[in-house]
């Protein structure tokens, strides 16, 4: 995950934590340990968030534009984030696919 990425895009937004806590419906304190690495956001999380920035999940939290060296990421920490991006979405795809099903009637 690339919190620092998170606050920047808030603070292009004009967005405090607060605002954007509340946008997401979540708290303060939730999106202060994000940004500070304290905690890693639940794929609703991600999603909310997202949501109340207006952009996509992996321009916030899976930026693959960063020059991971400049920006201090070792590579055990760039091969996670990989894999969670994959898993989201596998995890979209797999949704889509069953609201599809059942929409057919199955």
Known sequence: MNSNILNIVRKNRGMSKTELA????????????????????????????????????SEIFFNMNVNHEEQGVDWMT?????????????????????????LKGG
């Open 22 to 57: 509340r946008r997401a419906g979540l708290s303060r304190i939730t999106i202060s340990n994000i940004e500070n690495h304290e905690s890693n956001p639940t794929q609703k999380t991600i999603t909310a968030i997202s949501h109340a920035l207006e952009k996509h999940p």
């Open 78 to 102: 760039y091969k996670w984030k990989n894999r969670i991006l994959a898993l989201f979405f596998i995890n979209q795809l797999v949704m889509y696919g069953l609201i599809i099903y059942l």
